[in-house]
């Protein structure tokens, strides 16, 4: 039985989105916090979007919808966060604003509420040692699309309890999800190979090898992938890739980590992925993956 | 319905049984179709290559340039090459990875994709590059996920589980691996690192061990 009762998810990008529907699908009462009120008011419409999809492929009740709508709350209040059992941060991959963050929320939530970080690249001991609770610290990983996904990454930091980590790790499986225990190293498992995986991909593009319809054609056919690189890409987002390969390849120093330019050039043209209408390929509408 | 004229020089590994795909070998052919380990001297060996609309030629792990000579990048006609995809021991996918070089003609890409695309098999075209597509593509990843493996990242299976849940991969890498012969990713990777110079492709250590297993 968790020991979890409501969740505050911070950021309501891609992934905020994805991890706050899985918690509210879940039966947690969940509330999304961001600065941004369009980008909430974004998520509202998103979410139940997806949520009417699932009732219509028979994949949600009717009365579930209609819950797990009710359980979803969006504020632009942090206050509003101040009796969460865990807080899972998903906001951009730069320490030093996640250390603001969890400074602040640690000033104003109760003592035993549990830390998460969604991050995919940054070391949780780093993300932790900023947080002012590092025993109550863990690194949850979810993967995009997080509403789809059953994986979560689950990192425990240098000085992160037992006890933090057990009760994290009953809540990932409350969720429904699947948790896999990592190292705290950068990228963890899955971004680790990811991240220069997708920047072949994209160099490929880029000196002309192979148009991207061909790359996720190719991929997809030899391998059984359900979802070829550049697909995935557009997903991600072009401004994310570009941050994910900034914290990687400082970490690393792995030359396939670098930011290829062509993903610069396209965030320049806002050419950004699926959520700006065009990346790699073009988009009729941003809606969520599943939605 | 074009017509097709098959050289078949033997032990092809896109075509190892081409009465699956009812090909039908036609003298008076608008393609010309050279399968097997003996491309080069069987198209040599065509005197009149002009009188195809499009020659196709299997290729190994070799450019097409090898067989039609290079121009710096001026090079191109209605020759192009393919390769149908295959891992190790695995039987050949459906991919077939269409090679074409700068200047070759789209009539003759657009002919071959129709050819391809008639026997019910996936084209993706691209450059005259080695690996092409998906090895250029894979062969680092699979590299990296072995030298992590040795690093102690996590175990086999945690890795296999993470990349399958986390990015709906049929298949774990390395078991992917271990069922097709962690020898051929050797070789395969071996050739790339020769061809490339790119470290991505330098053998891993486990592969390595596997290819000298094998020999022994």
């Given at each position: 039985m968790s020991l979890i009762k409501k969740v505050g998810v911070v950021g309501s990008g891609t992934m905020g989105s994805g991890i706050a529907i899985v918690a509210a699908r879940a039966g947690f009462e969940t509330c999304v916090y961001d600065t941004n009120s369009k980008n909430l008011e974004n998520l509202s419409k998103q979410s139940k979007d997806f949520f009417e999809k699932s009732v219509a492929r028979g994949k949600m009740k009717q009365e579930d919808l209609e819950a797990s709508l009710n359980r979803l709350s969006t504020s632009?209040?942090?206050?509003?966060?101040?009796?969460?059992d865990i807080v899972i941060e998903a906001i951009f991959e730069d320490l030093q604003v996640k250390h603001d963050l969890f400074s602040k929320l640690n000033a104003i939530c109760k003592p035993q509420t549990l830390f998460a970080s969604n991050t995919s690249t940054i070391s949780i001991t780093e993300i932790a040692g900023g947080s002012g609770r590092d025993d109550r610290f863990v690194g949850m990983h979810f993967c995009l699309p997080a509403q789809l996904m059953k994986l979560v990454e689950m990192s425990p930091g240098l000085n992160t309890s037992a006890e933090s980590f057990s009760t994290a790790w009953q809540f990932c499986i409350d969720l429904g999800q699947s948790p896999v225990k990592t190292q705290d190293t950068p990228g963890f498992i899955l971004n680790y190979f990811l991240i220069p995986f997708n920047n072949n991909a994209i160099r490929m593009v880029e000196s002309g090898i192979a148009a991207p319809e061909d790359i996720d054609k190719a991929i997809k056919t030899a391998l059984g992938y359900a979802m070829g690189p550049m697909q995935l890409l557009d997903l991600v987002g072009m401004d994310t890739q570009r941050l994910l390969c900034n914290a990687m390849q400082n970490l690393t120093?792995?030359?396939?980590a670098a930011c290829p330019p062509l993903v610069r050039r396209m965030i320049s043209a806002g050419h950004l992925g699926k959520k700006a209408g065009r990346g790699f390929f073009t988009y009729k509408d941003s809606k969520m993956f599943g939605a | 319905m074009l017509n097709v004229q098959i050289i078949d020089t033997g032990?092809?590994?896109?075509?190892?049984?081409?009465a699956e795909f009812n090909l039908s070998s036609d003298a008076k052919a608008d393609i010309l179709l050279i399968i097997g380990q003996e491309v080069h001297q069987a198209f040599k060996a065509v005197?009149?290559?002009?009188?195809?609309?499009l020659i196709l030629l299997e290729l190994g792990e070799e450019c097409l340039g090898i067989h039609t000579g290079e121009s710096l990048g001026n090079e191109g006609s209605h020759v192009l090459g393919f390769a149908r995809y295959k891992m190790g021991d695995d039987p050949a996918t459906k991919l077939i990875e269409l090679v074409k070089q700068p200047k070759s003609k789209d009539q003759s890409l657009e002919t071959a994709k129709s050819f391809f695309e008639s026997l019910e098999l996936v084209v993706a075209v691209c450059a005259d590059t080695p690996g092409r597509i998906v090895d250029r593509l894979i062969r680092p990843y699979l590299n990296s996920v072995l030298r992590r493996l040795d690093d102690g990242l996590a175990t086999a299976e945690d890795m296999d589980k993470t990349l399958k849940l986390g990015l709906g991969y049929p298949e774990g890498p390395l078991a992917m691996l271990q069922r097709s012969g962690l020898e051929h990713h050797a070789q395969v990777t071996e050739s790339l690192y020769q061809a490339?110079?790119?470290?991505?492709?330098?053998?891993a250590r486990r592969a390595l061990v596997a290819k000298k297993m094998k020999s022994n």
């Amino acid at each position: 039985m968790s020991l979890i009762k409501k969740v505050g998810v911070v950021g309501s990008g891609t992934m905020g989105s994805g991890i706050a529907i899985v918690a509210a699908r879940a039966g947690f009462e969940t509330c999304v916090y961001d600065t941004n009120s369009k980008n909430l008011e974004n998520l509202s419409k998103q979410s139940k979007d997806f949520f009417e999809k699932s009732v219509a492929r028979g994949k949600m009740k009717q009365e579930d919808l209609e819950a797990s709508l009710n359980r979803l709350s969006t504020s632009s209040s942090m206050a509003d966060l101040a009796d969460c059992d865990i807080v899972i941060e998903a906001i951009f991959e730069d320490l030093q604003v996640k250390h603001d963050l969890f400074s602040k929320l640690n000033a104003i939530c109760k003592p035993q509420t549990l830390f998460a970080s969604n991050t995919s690249t940054i070391s949780i001991t780093e993300i932790a040692g900023g947080s002012g609770r590092d025993d109550r610290f863990v690194g949850m990983h979810f993967c995009l699309p997080a509403q789809l996904m059953k994986l979560v990454e689950m990192s425990p930091g240098l000085n992160t309890s037992a006890e933090s980590f057990s009760t994290a790790w009953q809540f990932c499986i409350d969720l429904g999800q699947s948790p896999v225990k990592t190292q705290d190293t950068p990228g963890f498992i899955l971004n680790y190979f990811l991240i220069p995986f997708n920047n072949n991909a994209i160099r490929m593009v880029e000196s002309g090898i192979a148009a991207p319809e061909d790359i996720d054609k190719a991929i997809k056919t030899a391998l059984g992938y359900a979802m070829g690189p550049m697909q995935l890409l557009d997903l991600v987002g072009m401004d994310t890739q570009r941050l994910l390969c900034n914290a990687m390849q400082n970490l690393t120093n792995e030359p396939d980590a670098a930011c290829p330019p062509l993903v610069r050039r396209m965030i320049s043209a806002g050419h950004l992925g699926k959520k700006a209408g065009r990346g790699f390929f073009t988009y009729k509408d941003s809606k969520m993956f599943g939605a | 319905m074009l017509n097709v004229q098959i050289i078949d020089t033997g032990k092809s590994r896109s075509f190892p049984n081409l009465a699956e795909f009812n090909l039908s070998s036609d003298a008076k052919a608008d393609i010309l179709l050279i399968i097997g380990q003996e491309v080069h001297q069987a198209f040599k060996a065509v005197s009149n290559q002009n009188a195809y609309q499009l020659i196709l030629l299997e290729l190994g792990e070799e450019c097409l340039g090898i067989h039609t000579g290079e121009s710096l990048g001026n090079e191109g006609s209605h020759v192009l090459g393919f390769a149908r995809y295959k891992m190790g021991d695995d039987p050949a996918t459906k991919l077939i990875e269409l090679v074409k070089q700068p200047k070759s003609k789209d009539q003759s890409l657009e002919t071959a994709k129709s050819f391809f695309e008639s026997l019910e098999l996936v084209v993706a075209v691209c450059a005259d590059t080695p690996g092409r597509i998906v090895d250029r593509l894979i062969r680092p990843y699979l590299n990296s996920v072995l030298r992590r493996l040795d690093d102690g990242l996590a175990t086999a299976e945690d890795m296999d589980k993470t990349l399958k849940l986390g990015l709906g991969y049929p298949e774990g890498p390395l078991a992917m691996l271990q069922r097709s012969g962690l020898e051929h990713h050797a070789q395969v990777t071996e050739s790339l690192y020769q061809a490339l110079g790119n470290p991505g492709f330098f053998p891993a250590r486990r592969a390595l061990v596997a290819k000298k297993m094998k020999s022994n």
